[in-house]
């Protein structure tokens, strides 16, 4: 089973004022540009490239710079607030997460027109408890991310 992005716990019921106090919980100043980056994350209904941010920006800011957004977004990142994603395309992508949420789930991609659909099955700990004392290694993890052609591009 797949939803268009909403994990349980999801980032978009949280109020833009939680983030900020989020930020300022870190000792870090909420500007301008951070608040406008978190609005546009918590509403936007998937992962966005660091562009696609600027330009949302700039639509309801006028004035904004790729390196305000490339500072924020890896402010952000180190902070816990945002998760990367990489797709392949050699662009990484961008999604805020909940406070104590580790973000961790999987994505539908289309390989036509990039729609991304959020993934809710994962699998299960036991696996990568396996392939961990497989490979004698600790620690494991992974990420997964699908890639086909959707109903409107077919």
Known sequence: MSKSHAHPGSHRQTDLSVLKSRLRGQARKVTGPRAAILEILRKHPHPLTNREILLELQKSRGTCNLATVYRSMHL???MGMVKRFDFGD????FELIGENDDGHHHHLVCTKCSEVVEIDECFPREIEKQIAAKNRFKGVTHKL???GICPECQ
Do not use: A
């Open 145 to 147: 991310e699908f890639f």
């Open 90 to 93: 050699g662009s990484s992508r």
């Open 76 to 78: 952000l990142e180190k």
